[in-house]
Antibody
Framework: QVQLQQSGPGLVKPSQTLSLTCAISGDSVSSKTATWNWIRQSPSRGLEWLGRTWYRSRWYTGYADSVKSRIFINPDTSKNLFSLQLNAMTPEDTALYFC?????????????WGQGTRVTVSS | QSALTQPASVSGSPGQSITISCTGTSSDIAYNYVSWYQQHPGKAPKVMIFDVTNRPSGVSNRFSGSKSGNTASLTISGLQAEDEADYFCSSYSSSTTLYVFGTGTKVTVL
């Protein structure tokens, strides 16, 4: 059974950078079938996919148009986790952030989710 | 990329069946990669249906999915109190923003 454990701060100042990590157990970040995703949820924007990383002989990343100018998602194979870095945070980025796995064999869907990190952007 | 459109709320009595719709476009729902998620307050979403009609192992067969054109539907049969939750649809999108979600439907068991 795959489990995802998120960690990171819940409060970020405007213009600063959000950094979250998602530790994986029961699978590998280097899986040749899965992709590793970040998703956020807020009352104003609903559920919003932010981006993903995956390994297919080399590492790939893909990002949503809404954040692609300021987002980075990186794997850490030594710790079997992946991270989210979102720069230039504004109050509009206040949301509940989730990491999630798309296993790759169930269409385009997410079968495992982290517990969520509530992030507030405020000075 | 616009969100998929769902009704804000649907309600039913125990034992009844309810259906939630999810309307998109030819850039998303038209593909057969629609999934449905159940979310209880304070919890992460749980996948109930993937690839329009498929149930993951462990999900009750009271949950079923279908699609017609650019509208997908989730039907919950034999409604139970534990089904009270928020439900979201999701689809692959041919835009660079690969996954698009629905606006969400609150299901109330009367």
């Amino acid at each position: 059974q795959v489990q995802l454990q998120q960690s990171g701060p819940g409060l970020v100042k405007p213009s600063q950078t959000l950094s979250l990590t998602c530790a994986i157990s029961g699978d590998s970040v280097s899986s040749k079938t899965a992709t590793w995703n970040w998703i956020r949820q807020s009352p104003s924007r609903g559920l919003e996919w932010l981006g993903r990383t995956w390994y297919r002989s080399r590492w790939y990343t893909g990002y949503a148009d809404s954040v692609k100018s300021r987002i980075f998602i990186n794997p850490d194979t030594s710790k079997n986790l992946f991270s989210l870095q979102l720069n230039a945070m504004t109050p509009e980025d206040t949301a509940l952030y989730f990491c999630a796995r798309d296993p790759g064999d169930t269409g385009w869907s997410f079968d495992s989710w982290g517990q969520g990190t509530r992030v507030t952007v405020s000075s | 990329q616009s969100a998929l459109t769902q009704p804000a709320s649907v309600s039913g009595s125990p034992g009844q069946s309810i259906t939630i719709s999810c309307t998109g476009t030819s850039s998303d729902i038209a593909y057969n990669y629609v999934s449905w998620y159940q979310q209880h307050p304070g919890k992460a979403p749980k996948v109930m249906i993937f690839d329009v009609t498929n149930r993951p192992s462990g999900v009750s067969n009271r949950f079923s999915g279908s699609k017609s054109g650019n509208t997908a539907s989730l039907t919950i049969s034999g409604l139970q109190a534990e089904d009270e939750a928020d439900y979201f649809c999701s689809s692959y999108s041919s835009s660079t923003t690969l996954y698009v979600f629905g606006t969400g439907t609150k299901v109330t068991v009367l």
